[in-house]
């Protein structure tokens, strides 16, 4: 059944959008303000969840809307966020290559805003379009074509919600949820490290790394330069390092097309997609599991065990 919030957003209006931002921008700034949700702390850029009973992740969705409100669709949302002691991360990278990012940009808004405690919203590279530049962020575009002289506006609010996304999720004792890759430099305090991040991008690599690195099977040095101009390619002593410092079992990260999921860096790091449309080659997926069914998880193959692949 079409989720009512696919058509809500696909009649919505310059002025009905522009709402639906303010409200995610209002729910994700009373949390910075109170520095918590429930069953969770929120420092800066950094939340981490100590007490839930159910995890959804969705990864990156490129404007398909309509995987989405499939997968909104299959985890029974309503009923799923219902209880704030449920959470539901998403891993960014929300907008650009698709036909509806303005359709997904508005569901994660009204996620935000109707479940505040339930849903954590986090930041890709491609909601980082100021600070990191690249030539396929068509968002503006889009806006422009729907909304017409009313975008600019509009899209200027999109940036500030894209500034109050969270960086990095850690769910007590088992996962690290990043978008792109963990960082290279020495770890040092880590969480002050993330929650500031977004204040220090210009003296520091460390949301540059964490919104655009890559893990590749490097066993002898640390990282090399990636292809993409932007961040780096890590390897797995940069994933072994992470994961003891935060005292977790599994690095979750998006950011690159798969067929639904991949494991690196010895069953360390677990690659989710959850986008179609842009990427017909590939597979998307996304995970649901509880807080039982993670405690037994190890490495991202027992990880796997919850990936859910759309057919």
Request: aromatic share 8%; proline share 4%; hydrophobic share 40%.
């Amino acid at each position: 059944m079409l989720s009512q919030i696919a058509r809500l957003s696909a009649t919505a209006g310059p002025s009905e959008f522009s709402q639906v931002l303010d409200r995610g921008i209002s729910a994700l700034e009373k949390e910075q303000k109170h520095g918590a949700i429930a069953g969770g702390t929120v420092t800066g850029g950094l939340v981490e969840i100590h007490d839930y009973d159910n995890l959804a992740i969705i990864s990156d969705l490129h404007g398909d809307s309509k995987t989405l409100f499939r997968i909104l669709d299959e985890i029974n949302h309503e009923r799923f966020l219902s209880s704030a002691r449920n959470k539901m991360v998403f891993l960014g990278d929300y907008v650009d290559r698709g036909s509806d990012s303005i359709g997904v940009l508005y569901a994660i808004c009204h996620l935000k805003h109707a479940h505040p405690d339930s849903v954590v919203l986090m930041r890709g590279n491609h909601e980082a379009p100021s600070e990191f530049p690249f030539p396929s962020h068509d968002l503006p575009y889009s806006m422009e074509d729907r909304f017409g002289a009313g975008a600019k506006a509009i899209y200027g609010r999109a940036l500030a919600l894209f500034q109050l996304l969270t960086l990095a999720t850690v769910v007590q004792g088992r996962l690290l949820l990043v978008h792109g890759g963990l960082p290279t430099d020495a770890l040092g305090d880590w969480r002050q490290a993330i929650a500031t991040a977004q204040k220090r991008h210009l003296q520091n690599r460390m949301m540059e790394e964490l919104l655009w690195n890559d893990p590749r099977p490097l066993e002898d040095e640390d990282w090399e330069p990636s292809w993409r101009g932007i961040g780096r390619y890590f390897g797995s002593a940069v994933t072994k390092r992470w994961l003891a410092a935060t005292d977790t079992k599994v690095a979750v990260r998006g950011h690159e097309p798969c067929h639904g999921y991949r494991v690196d860096h010895h069953g360390m790091m677990l690659t989710i997609f959850s986008c179609r449309e842009a990427y017909p080659n590939f597979g998307a997926a996304y995970i649901i599991a509880g807080k039982h069914d993670l405690d037994s998880v190890n490495d991202a193959d027992g990880l796997a065990k919850f990936v859910k692949k759309l057919l």
